[in-house]
């Protein structure tokens, strides 16, 4: 498999690198020498930097290390965060203007749950998206089928096509 992002313009910054982000990063064959994508996780903030830093380098990945830089930086943001943690990191992000960066809110849980998060995203400059995912990541890792639901469907569309992932559009609701 090709390296999706090695002629990707557009900046992508995964939010929150745990089980989830590793195997959507592993299926998408972003390692490499250069680093083509970006991570920003509250736990850079709260434990041993320099464990976690090695631990986006192993993937590929460049460590964004406040929600500001995260903001500036960022044209694609996959949320990835445990749904308990959806509020606090949604907050943190939604307090910087978003340069209307498509959010993806990549997580298993109700839509009522999603609803105030998009409203900050919205509300911050982002363009939220809600994708519900239908499957456990293995073994398709990213081409894990999904579906896309908000305002922003289209867009959202055509950034999954442009790197090869696995989503169909359930509609403007969300």
Known sequence: MYNVLAKYDRKV??????????????????AGKNSLFSVHDI????????????DYRKFGAKAIL???????????????????????????????HMNSALYFDYKSCAAKTKRRP??????????????ATLTSAHPK?????CFIAGPHTAAVQA?????CMGAQSAGPQQ
Request: with cysteine; net charge negative.
């Open 13 to 30: 910054t995964l939010i929150a690198f745990g089980e989830a982000a590793r195997e959507f990063v592993s299926g998408s064959k972003f």
């Open 43 to 54: 736990k850079t903030d709260v434990q041993d930097l320099a464990r976690k830093e090695a």
């Open 66 to 96: 406040d929600c500001q830089d995260t903001c500036k930086e960022t044209d694609i943001m996959f949320s990835l965060v445990p749904a308990n943690q959806t509020e606090h990191a949604t907050k943190a992000l939604a307090s910087e």
């Open 118 to 131: 998009a409203k900050l995203i919205e509300a911050a400059g982002g363009r939220y998206a809600d994708l």
């Open 141 to 145: 890792l990213r081409q894990s089928p």
């Open 159 to 163: 950034v999954m096509t442009d790197l």
